[in-house]
């Protein structure tokens, strides 16, 4: 009697379960071929944009004339590491579009940030990140937008 109960358990959870994980394979396929289409710039670039679905990315930008980078993640996680720029006389603006996703950015101690967040989740910085009022000195611009999502920024010396 109680294996019967539980196979009529797992055939009426066993569906739902395969409906999950092809949507999963769905998402993640979705994801790499719209990466494929609007990823742009590496590294020594001055303007990169990510697209990522289910996974990760870690950027480290090394250019000296970087401008802008664009971070478009849905159930990803994205890593900018920001310390091996130089700081601009127009700043880095930095836009992040998130779905159950994060962003963690880590700048140069000496950096202004500026930042504007809407949507559900938050931006929390560190204690030493220094934190203006005004868009226009900023070293760092931050736009986010986000569903359950969130950003940090850490300071290079923490």
Same mark, same amino acid.
């Given at each position: 009697?109680?294996?019967? %109960? ?5 055939? @009426? ?10 949507? /999963?394979?769905?998402? *993640?396929?979705?994801? +790499? =071929? *719209?990466?494929? !289409? ?16 289910? @996974?990760?990315?870690? =950027? !480290?930008?090394? #250019?000296?004339?970087? $401008? ?8 990803? &996680?994205? /890593?900018?590491? =920001? ?13 992040? +579009?998130?779905?159950? &996703? @994060?962003?963690?950015? %880590?700048?140069? !101690?000496?950096? /202004?940030?500026?930042?504007?967040? %809407?949507?559900?989740? @938050? ?6 990140? /220094?934190?203006? *009022? ?9 736009? $986010?937008? *986000? ?7 850490? #300071?290079?010396? #923490?």
């Amino acid at each position: 009697m109680a294996n019967r %109960r539980a196979l009529h358990i797992v055939r @009426g959870v066993l569906p739902w379960v395969a409906g999950w994980f092809g949507l /999963q394979a769905v998402v *993640a396929v979705a994801g +790499r =071929l *719209a990466a494929r !289409r609007l990823n742009e710039g590496d590294d020594t670039a001055a303007r990169i944009r990510r697209v990522m679905t289910m @996974g990760g990315v870690e =950027l !480290r930008p090394t #250019s000296p004339t970087l $401008a802008r980078v664009e971070l478009d993640l849905m159930m990803a &996680g994205a /890593q900018l590491d =920001l310390t091996g720029t130089a700081p601009l006389p127009g700043g880095v603006d930095v836009v992040a +579009r998130m779905v159950m &996703g @994060g962003v963690e950015i %880590r700048v140069p !101690r000496d950096w /202004q940030v500026w930042w504007e967040f %809407r949507g559900v989740g @938050g931006v929390s910085a560190e204690p030493d990140v /220094q934190r203006t *009022a005004e868009w226009v000195g900023a070293n760092l611009r931050l736009d $986010a937008r *986000a569903v359950f999502g969130g950003v940090g920024i850490k #300071s290079a010396g #923490s």
